[in-house]
């Protein structure tokens, strides 16, 4: 049974009753529960006062006799199962401010007193990002916490103080004022730029802080402004949002997916064919590829990018050209994006072509003896040939890009690779894992470090990003994935037996993909995935409530 350790902050015990309740009433009791009084000082931030309170509270106690510290605020109701399912769980912090879950050896090992700033409740989770440990930020914590309304008197004096504070932590001026000046928060504004403009001596963490920060949130107002102006999807993107109120995936896919076919002449670790289920192999008939693409186009709908892969490989797809001439008929708009590995060097003449706008090849070792174990043949150099062969053959308009699925088995070469093919567009892509993948959770278990160790080694290279920070649920979400056999599935990650949610030629496209929407991610391979956002269900709900002029549009419209 686990051990928890409840602590729970207050300035007046009488506040924290029904919060002490809630946690007595658990059925995963706390070993010990601590109510920690923090007295008011006006020459002391909040956040100085409580983390003062928390060490003083922890020193007697040795954590090491438990495997989880709860740090609550006095204004929280937790529900009778919260510890239970919470302690059982892959996450080593989860939370947000006034209730974070802490699993205790790794707060020991990398923290062992808590940070005494108005940042006290997010330096945890900078630490254990860092130390490349798995976090989950949420407001509500699964299952969601009760919040009651705020008490708190100090409110002004508290927000000057962590703006303040924001500064003295090293976070950007671009970032921070834009988040700000979006949330009219202006007390923190005031003592964001007291901080600037007295010169207040910086945190020692300044300098990571500041690489977080940025890592974290990907873009910032320049760089999107810069990223605005160079790209037309991005372009698009805006003005749908602006014009409509929603981004486009809520409304259609900005991505086709199709399985043409699902042959691979590789037996790779991390790919879903290779023995994580059975699918019995076939090919797409041209008439659907042309009935999808046909669909879209008699709506007016631009897409962003066609790409005839899931599970097959593009040089055993010897329709490619008509298949890619097609793609470029209906959606001309669109970037025909096909993925290879690049061994079958006999079919090279399939990438080229006028009508294929990107050609992804997927290598993702440096070494032959690495590459044999990663992709489960010794073809690394059948590889290198048809990727030489197609760079110095392709047409002007043709962009070459590498993809690296990073796992714990090859971050060794990640260096080397990224050396060796630095003449090209990198894309390194983090294994994630769920249900029904081969190289999931049984693969993590034999990785020489951590899936998340393996994230945080290509985030810190900035390379994913931007992909973390978008306003969409997951980075698969704008995708209508499609099998070779007309099953519309929920994810082309997953086993598409077993999340089927339409079919093409009994179902409506677009009903299917709104019935999608209303979903969400409740889908058990969704829940067990790890690159979906922790904030999936407000990013649903902030674009649930259609407005009522668009409603009426859209009925009087589909009416004539």
């Known amino acids: 049974m686990k051990q928890v350790l409840a602590i729970v902050v207050t300035r007046d015990p009488k506040d924290c009753t029904e919060t002490v309740k809630s946690l007595m009433n658990q059925t995963l009791k706390p070993q010990k529960l ?39 605020d006095d204004d929280i109701i937790y529900p009778p199962d919260f510890l239970e399912i919470n302690t059982n769980t892959d996450y ?29 409740d997010s330096y945890p989770y900078y630490v254990f990002d860092v130390k490349g440990l798995q976090t989950l930020i949420s407001k509500w914590v699964n299952p969601a916490t009760l919040l009651k309304p705020s008490r708190d008197t100090l409110g002004l004096k508290r927000n000057f103080e962590a703006g303040r504070d924001t500064y003295r932590m090293g976070t950007p001026v671009d970032i921070y004022l834009l988040d700000k000046i979006r949330g009219l928060e202006l007390t923190r504004i005031i003592g964001f730029l007291y901080g600037h403009l007295a010169q207040l001596p910086k945190f020692p963490i300044a300098p990571e802080w500041k690489r977080y920060i940025r890592l974290r949130r990907g873009l910032t107002l320049p760089a ?25 995936w809520v409304d259609y896919p900005t991505t086709l997916q199709l399985d043409t076919h699902n042959y691979c002449n590789l037996e790779c670790i991390y790919c879903n064919p290779q023995g994580a289920f059975e699918i019995p192999y076939g090919q797409m008939s ?25 599970n097959g490989d593009g040089l055993l797809e010897e329709r490619l050209p008509e298949i890619c001439a097609m793609a470029k008929m209906y ?3 669109a970037r025909v994006t096909v993925f290879t590995n690049g061994v079958a060097y006999p079919n090279r003449r399939l990438l080229v072509d006028r009508n294929i706008d990107e050609v992804r090849f997927t290598i993702s070792a440096v070494t032959r003896e690495k590459y044999r174990f990663i992709h489960g043949k010794d073809k690394l150099q059948d590889a290198l040939k048809t990727l030489e062969w197609v760079t110095k053959n392709k047409y002007p308009n043709q962009h070459i890009i590498l993809n690296y699925i990073l796992t714990g088995y090859n971050t060794d070469e990640l260096s080397a690779w990224k050396e060796k093919f630095s003449d090209y567009e990198h894309d390194i892509r983090p294994l994630h894992y769920g ?5 999931s959770r049984e693969l993590q278990d034999e990785m020489g470090i951590p899936w998340h160790d393996a994230v945080r080694l290509s985030q810190k290279d900035q390379l994913i990003a931007g992909k973390l920070s978008e306003d969409r649920p997951c980075p698969c979400w704008h995708d209508l994935a499609v099998t070779w056999d007309g099953n519309i599935i929920q994810c082309p990650d997953v086993s598409p037996t077993n999340c089927v949610i339409g079919k093409i030629g009994v179902d409506d496209i677009l009903t299917v993909w709104r019935k999608r929407f209303q979903g969400g991610m409740n889908y058990p391979a969704c829940q067990a995935c790890n690159q979906r956002m922790p904030y999936w269900r407000s990013i649903f709900e902030k674009y649930s409530n259609i407005p009522l002029r ?5 009925a009087i419209k589909g009416h004539y």
């Not at 668009?550 to 859209?554: A, Q, S, T, Y």
Request: net charge positive; proline share 5%.
């Open 34 to 72: 601590i109510v920690a009084v923090g007295k008011p000082d006006w020459k002391k931030s909040t956040g100085q006062i409580v983390g003062e309170t928390i060490n003083e509270a922890l020193r007697p106690i040795n954590l090491q006799k438990y495997d989880w510290l709860l740090k609550s």
């Open 92 to 120: 080593d912090l989860m939370g947000r401010g006034a209730g974070l879950l802490i699993r205790v050896k790794p707060y020991l090992e990398y923290i062992g007193n808590w940070n005494e700033s108005d940042l006290e």
């Open 224 to 248: 999107a402004l810069i990223l605005y102006l160079k790209k037309k999807e991005m372009r698009a993107r805006v003005s749908y949002k602006l014009k409509h109120g929603v981004p486009r």
């Open 286 to 310: 041209l008439d659907m590829i042309e009935y999808i693409l046909h669909y879209f186009y008699d709506r007016g709908i631009n897409v962003d990018v066609v790409a005839p892969f899931m």
């Open 331 to 333: 959606q001309p708009k």
């Open 435 to 439: 249900l029904h993948r081969k190289a």
């Open 550 to 554: 668009r409603r009426v549009k859209e």
